[in-house]
Structure formats: structure tokens, C-alpha cells
């Protein structure tokens, strides 16, 4: 059974930093494309970054270029969203997904096996 699991969230202040980790089970990340997204109250799930098989990185919200990295832990089998300089715009629920395909997609559609998410919450 393949299930992604999302953690690190919390509450922080403008200007701070949140490492997310999504841990996968069932399903190698290795192999395939990881997107991040997030979803703010009464706004549709958007695409944040991606990572291909290769390692290559897609950004897909012009907003955190600069601010947001993503990279992978192949031996834990999990990959992660670093954030730092964070803005209360981007107070959210983050999900991780797989496209089941070594590349990456701009499509929200295109993605699977969706955790469960974790807030992050900008707030002074």
C-alpha cells in the first residue's frame, strides 16, 4: 500500500524557516517525481515545487522562488521542502504527491497518491 506522509508544519513567525518531510512507504521516491503543493481557505491546491527523478527542480510558484528548496533523501526514502524567509502568505496546508513518473507536471491532476498535508501557519 503506498501512502505519503507529511510532517513538519507548525506556527512560525515572518521571516522564519519550516523544513517539511514528506516520508513515503509502499514507493520509492527515487524513481519518480515529487511535487509539493499547498492550499490555502477558499483557494484551490497549487503547485509549489517538484523534483524530478533526476533531481532536477521545478518551480511552479513564481512567489517562493529564492525562498523554498526542495531536495531528496533517497536512503530514507524522503523528500523534503525547505522554506525560509516565510510571509503569512504562505500560511497553508502543504501536501506532497507523485506524478508516478520520472518527470514533473504542471497539472495538479497528474498527481497521486496524496498525503494527508501539515499546516504551516505565518503569523507574528
Known amino acids: 500500500q503506498v501512502q505519503f506522509v507529511e510532517s513538519g508544519g507548525g506556527l512560525v513567525q515572518p521571516g522564519g524557516s519550516l523544513t517539511l518531510s514528506c516520508a513515503a512507504s509502499?514507493?520509492?521516491?527515487?524513481?519518480?517525481?515529487i511535487g509539493w503543493f499547498r492550499q490555502s481557505p477558499g483557494k484551490e491546491r497549487e503547485g509549489v515545487l517538484c523534483?524530478?527523478?533526476?533531481?532536477?527542480?521545478?518551480y511552479y510558484a513564481d512567489s517562493v522562488k529564492g525562498r523554498f528548496t526542495i531536495s531528496r533523501d533517497n536512503a530514507k526514502n524522503t523528500v523534503y521542502l525547505q522554506m525560509n524567509s516565510l510571509k503569512p502568505e504562505d500560511t497553508a496546508v502543504y501536501y506532497c504527491?507523485?506524478?508516478?513518473?520520472?518527470?514533473?507536471?504542471?497539472?495538479?491532476?497528474?498527481?497521486?497518491?496524496w498525503g494527508q498535508g501539515t499546516q504551516v501557519t505565518v503569523s507574528s
Open positions: 504527491a507523485t506524478t508516478r513518473r520520472g518527470y514533473c507536471s504542471a497539472v495538479t491532476r497528474s498527481y497521486d497518491y
Open positions: 509502499g514507493f520509492t521516491v527515487h524513481y519518480y517525481a
Open positions: 523534483i524530478s527523478s533526476t533531481d532536477g527542480s521545478t
